[in-house]
């Protein structure tokens, strides 16, 4: 009867409790892995967000000074005073300055800002040239 129980246990398959701690282990550091990995992606999507949309509000600027020509460019529209836009729960700062030192030439330098959470302060600085006669 003894022998009969022993082949019996000795036969029968399974995972022992050493094989399942180890594949829970191994689980759960490639499960670790993957989130960290989502976490860096997602940062990465929403410092690109913005810097899209930091960089088209800089363009709309451009835009504007185009549009109203060489002699008003800074007085309508976007103006060389700072301004704040808020897009997609971000707040970013729009400053606007010109030179115009070399004659019939402006040089637009607009420089958008913003504070991206952990990351900190970022901003881009984007630079034209309206010539007079435009």
Known sequence: MKAK??????????FTLIELLTAITLLTI???????????????NVAGRNVST????AQ??????RRVGYTSAGTTGCTTTTTNVTLGGVTFSRA???DSATTN???LTVTVSWTEGT????????????????
């Open 5 to 14: 129980i022993l082949h019996r246990a000795l036969s029968e398959k399974g």
């Open 30 to 44: 490639g499960l670790l892995g993957t989130a960290a990995l989502t976490a860096g992606v997602v940062k990465g």
């Open 54 to 57: 930091a960089t088209a509000i």
């Open 60 to 65: 709309s600027c451009f835009q504007e000074n």
């Open 96 to 98: 606007l300055s010109i």
């Open 105 to 107: 030439l402006k040089t």
């Open 119 to 134: 990351a900190g302060s970022k901003s881009i600085t984007m630079m034209t040239t309206l010539a007079s006669g435009t």
